[in-house]
């Protein structure tokens, strides 16, 4: 059926009273359309190119034709697009099978579906590809943004689902919505219910991720001057919250966040060593007491924990985490089995008093002082030179700790900056750029220069990457550690105390390391724009909030595992709870929701009048003695039929007098009832009716 909209109507009024004027199976198409693009948008950055520019091609044609009321494709149309999805999938992912390639044709065939959209078993069809392609989406991200727009998602398919069911007229879609936000808002406490008390038993809640590119900016390898490019990235690595005596935190230089441990040094590019990384048990020595803290480490694809320097426990992890066992290596860095692909929340103990390593010189400590043969030079024979001078003021050869006052206090003094960007130096001589020649560089030169420098002056020495830092949220008292506060410092080995941490950043920038200032790229013309209307500090104090919010999402949803329900019921009173327990709990949850769902139908319901409530026992009993009768017999027609039948019948004339007498003063009642006498008139009925169902009826027993 087509629009009787004058033309000059769809050219010149808005685009509502354009919509208003489309037949209804054009207006529910474009309104499913709608819902299915808004579903499949966020796996644009999960799926392949093809996949969502084929599907967005697929639903334009089909707005297209809802518009021009022009007929859908043939089979033979649809079986070659078909064809070509499960060839490019096959091409892409090399399989039909698993989590991409099925994503990916899921995503297809609900595009395609939409092609054959003809009646309303196909509309279910196409809504039911719909829950499933929305709930594909959790496979790649359960963050708070994905899940509220998975939620309009629904609300959407709901809503069309409903208007589907509504066959007469052309209904409004607000009307089906209105009922869609009902039925949704009655599910809502089974939802919850079965949120909280349904079980979680690993492997069965997660889907191991199959890619393993890694989201975080931290790697095995570093190259000097990569490290500043995530200056320019905000997103939250990490958030930790404190558990002190009096609430005090740690000071604020102490903040040092571990991540991988590099050794292997060709000039420009250093790597982690092998043999370091070895999961052997490190010489770690503390003292004082620890430093209890609880960290929520968004995912990275990555195995390592960068913890806060340093944890000789094990770190707690729940119980059925996808990561597997934790362990620690010799260079004191803590490492999953598997990637963290998940929130993880850890609970550990840092002790920030600690030494690590051996004692006295050893033979493995050598291949912290080995150098490529002919690199930086100018480095070397710095180091020569420092040695020298502090050779000339005591007579002998300085210790280390000398050297390292030395060496810093060239940092201090001789005119060197702390910059953003620095650039990366594509000869294989840095230190020897950032040492005589450009005299700047971010967190990555300083120390990869520092530890070249100790080398050259015989001093084992190593770079580690992690964190430094980071900002306190006020909302909830959880530190924030950011991809921005990416940091490179180094160890030396120090006989009689082993490896000692050294940050030479803090020698060429103390507010960096003390005061946590942080270089940050120039705002883009969006940030200025927005700048100019909202001040810094009311745009800080919405960051804070959203970051609180979405952490508490983190810990309550995202990571609500099975030791918090056995915590939940432990709270409820239960001594020792176990996965039956939860069983229980939630079939009285259960049977109690369905049983309040029973009340509240039942006196909710709308009861008839006594007068209805009399007629329609009545017309139960003409059914059981074989006079059937629907819901438009008036209670005259019935008398006229009870006379037609049963009057011949001698045994059964005095009864079908009395019932048609009696149904036709139902009928007076009803239409031409007495002034203030109905309630008694109807219960005069009422007495008339029990003494006609004493009597004997045709075709039934009496009762």
């Known amino acids: 059926m087509k629009s009787t909209a004058p033309p000059a109507r769809h050219a010149h009024g808005s685009w509502r009273q354009r919509l208003t004027a489309l037949p209804r199976d054009a207006r529910d198409t474009l309104f499913v359309l709608a819902v299915i693009a808004w579903i499949m948008l966020p796996q644009v950055q999960h799926t392949a190119w093809w996949t969502c520019t084929f599907a967005a091609a697929l639903l334009l044609w089909r707005a297209r034709l809802a518009l021009s009321g022009a007929p859908l494709p043939g089979r033979w149309v649809l079986a070659g697009a078909l064809t070509i999805a499960i060839a490019a999938t096959w091409a892409t992912h090399k399989t039909l099978v698993g989590r991409d390639a099925g994503v990916t044709l899921i995503v297809m065939l609900l595009a395609l579906k939409t092609l054959e959209l003809r009646a309303r078993r196909d509309a279910m069809v196409v809504f039911f590809l719909g829950f499933f392609v929305l709930l594909s989406n959790f496979f790649y991200s359960q963050s ?21 069911h509504m066959t007469a007229g052309k209904p409004p879609l607000m009307q089906a919505l209105r009922t869609a936000s009902r039925l949704a808002l009655w599910g809502a406490p089974m939802m919850v219910v079965l949120f909280l008390f349904f079980p979680r038993m690993a492997p069965i809640w997660g889907v191991p991720s199959e890619d393993l590119a890694s989201r975080s900016g931290l790697s095995e390898n570093m190259r000097v001057g990569e490290v500043a490019a995530l200056a320019l990235d905000a997103s939250v690595a990490l958030r930790i919250r404190f558990d002190t005596p009096g609430g005090q935190e740690p000071p604020a230089n102490t903040l040092y966040f571990r991540g991988p441990v590099l050794s292997l040094f060709d000039g420009r590019n250093w790597q982690a060593d092998p043999v370091s990384d070895a999961m052997t048990m490190p010489q770690l020595r503390v003292s004082g007491e620890p430093i209890r803290y609880q960290m929520l480490i968004e995912p990275s694809k990555r195995r390592w924990l960068t913890l806060l320097d340093a944890v000789k426990t094990e770190p707690q992890i729940p119980p059925g985490a996808s990561v597997g066992r934790l362990r620690m290596s010799s260079s004191l860095q803590w490492q999953s089995w598997r990637p963290i692909t998940d929130v993880l929340r850890v609970d550990a103990q840092s002790h920030l008093d600690f030494s690590h390593g051996p004692l006295q010189l050893t033979p493995e400590l050598r291949r912290y002082l ?89 001093v084992p020495a190593r770079i580690v990457t992690g964190y430094q830092g980071g900002d306190r949220n006020s909302v909830d008292n959880y530190w924030t550690v950011r991809n921005s506060d990416a940091h490179a410092w180094t160890e030396v080995w120090i006989a009689g105390q082993g490896w000692v941490r050294v940050d030479p950043t803090g020698a060429v920038a103390p507010s960096r390391v003390g005061q946590f200032q942080r270089l940050s790229a120039p705002p883009g013309a969006f940030a200025s724009a927005v700048g100019n209307f909202v001040d810094t500090g009311t745009l800080e104090k919405l960051r804070a909030a959203w970051e609180a919010v979405n952490n508490r999402w983190n810990q309550w949803v995202i990571n609500y595992t099975q030791s918090r329900q056995l915590n939940l019921l432990q709270s409820l009173g239960f001594e020792s709870p176990d996965w ?55 209670a005259r027609s019935l008398s006229h039929r009870v006379q037609e039948r049963w ?32 309630a008694s008139e109807l219960k005069t009925l009422r007495q008339r009716w029990q003494s006609l169902r004493r009597q004997r009826w045709p075709h039934t027993l009496n009762e």
Request: aromatic share 6%; charged share 20%.
């Open 144 to 164: 708070l943004p994905i899940a509220v727009a998975m939620v309009l998602g629904l609300m959407g398919l709901l809503t069309a689902l409903v208007n589907a």
């Open 370 to 458: 080995q150098l490529p043969p002919g690199s930086n030079p100018r480095t070397q024979a710095l180091g020569e030179q420092l040695r020298a001078e502090l050779r000339a003021q005591r007579g002998a050869d300085a210790d280390t700790d000398r050297l390292i006052a030395a060496a810093l206090q060239h940092l201090k003094t001789g005119g060197y900056t702390y910059t953003l960007e620095p650039g990366v130096v594509d000869s294989v001589h840095t230190a020897d750029d950032f040492w005589f020649d450009s005299r700047q560089g971010f967190c990555e030169h300083i120390a990869s220069a520092f530890a070249v420098l100790m080398r050259g002056m015989g």
């Open 580 to 634: 039956t327990d939860l069983l229980r709990l939630l079939a009285v949850s259960l049977s109690a929701l369905a049983l309040l769902w029973l009340v509240w139908t039942r006196a909710t319901r709308p009861h008839r009048d006594g007068w209805s409530q009399l007629m329609h026992d009545a017309k139960l009993r003409l059914q059981r003695a074989g006079m059937a009768s629907g819901a438009s017999d008036s």
């Open 647 to 678: 009057t011949k019948e001698s045994a059964f004339a005095p009864l079908a007098a009395a019932l048609s007498d009696w149904l036709l003063d139902m009928e007076r009642l009803r239409y031409a009832p007495s002034q203030g006498n109905e």
